[in-house]
């Protein structure tokens, strides 16, 4: 074929691309994503039975009074589940690796949590027999040490601890559709917004003898809405956006015999599940949060106690990962 005949072949294509074509009529136009936006979704269908591996990372940052920003710390799991065909059988996962990067950028891991494996479940209350929030067992948590051997304190402990509650709230909790009350299964149509069974719900947070009993998380109105639709590797997923409300708390820590150091605060935290449509696992959620607190220590004598104001963001970014992936250091 020689170039002149190239030339023409490319003009009549063009031809009958740009004029041979009919025009789609007002109605038509944007018909076909219409209808997929309009459809109904089943998000509260039995998960795929299998194994799932995940990565959560959690990053903390202080602000001063004057708004600067002080330096990062941040937190890291590496969590394995097996589901089995049966779901009251629970979710076993194991937790491969657990990473504590401390404000100058030292990274330690927790050897404790190294290859712990635990059976998750959901119950009507969320609590376990024994009345751990999600399962939970405190006592892994007691007297945590780095793998220098240097001893954890009681903040980092339950900062540690809660990023499993974390996980299982917005991965199994929020995720998963709930006995009583509106859950995930209730959300049918994109812009949907219903009120989640666990809004102003009261959770305590004591961990062992270093946060003591009195000590709760309270929720605010808890929201899911349905906001629309978007692939995680290559996987269509419902972008179901979770809202807290405004959240409060109060923690009692007993650092030393006698002497009592009260914090209270508020709290919102908000974000997003990406909820994959065939298998109705999460492929991804990342969520913000305002955590604003006072702190009253005791001081000797009659003198008032010293108040410390502080002013925390978090962000968290959960993403279900390859195995290959799940499997490096």
């Not at 059988?89 to 950028?105: L, N």
């Not at 719900?201 to 809405?225: C, H, M, Q, Y």
């Not at 109060?250 to 709290?267: I, Q």
């Amino acid at each position: 074929m020689s170039c002149d005949e190239v030339r023409i072949g490319l003009a009549v294509l063009t031809l009958a691309v740009g004029f041979g074509h009919t025009p789609a009529r007002a109605d038509e136009r944007g018909s076909e994503p219409k209808s997929v936006l309009a459809r109904d979704f089943d998000l509260g269908g039995r998960r795929s039975p299998g194994t799932r591996y995940f990565e959560m990372v959690t990053t903390w940052v202080s602000f001063g009074p004057d708004g600067k920003r002080g330096e990062a710390e941040t937190y890291i799991a590496k969590l394995k589940c097996v589901s089995q065909s049966d779901a009251a059988a629970g979710y076993r996962y194991t937790c491969k690796q657990f990473i504590y990067v401390k404000p100058d950028g030292t990274k330690v891991s927790i050897p404790a949590l190294d290859g712990w494996t635990y059976t998750f479940k959901t119950t009507e209350t969320g609590f376990d027999e024994n009345g751990y929030v999600f399962g939970i067992d405190h006592a892994r948590f007691q007297q945590l040490t780095d793998d220098r051997g240097d001893l954890l304190g009681p903040d980092k402990s339950y900062l540690i601890y809660n990023t499993f509650i974390d996980f299982h709230a917005f991965c199994d909790h929020f995720a998963m559709p709930v006995a009583e009350g509106q859950g995930i299964q209730h959300l049918t149509r994109i812009g949907q917004r219903i009120v989640h069974a666990s809004a102003h719900s009261k959770a305590p947070v004591n961990l062992g003898s270093d946060i003591k009993e009195g000590s709760f998380f309270r929720n605010g109105e808890i929201t899911l809405t349905l906001k629309g639709l978007g692939i995680i590797g290559e996987a269509p997923c419902a972008i179901v956006g979770f809202d807290s409300g405004a959240s409060s708390f109060r923690m009692l820590m007993e650092p030393t015999p006698g002497l009592e150091v009260k914090s209270v605060g508020a709290s919102h935290y908000f974000g997003d599940i990406y909820v994959d449509l065939a298998s109705r696992w999460p492929r991804k959620v990342d969520m913000g949060e305002l955590v604003i607190s006072q702190t009253k220590v005791p001081m000797p004598g009659n003198a008032p106690p010293m108040t410390i104001d502080s002013i925390q963001e978090r962000k968290s970014v959960i993403k279900a990962v390859t195995k290959g992936v799940f499997d490096r250091d």
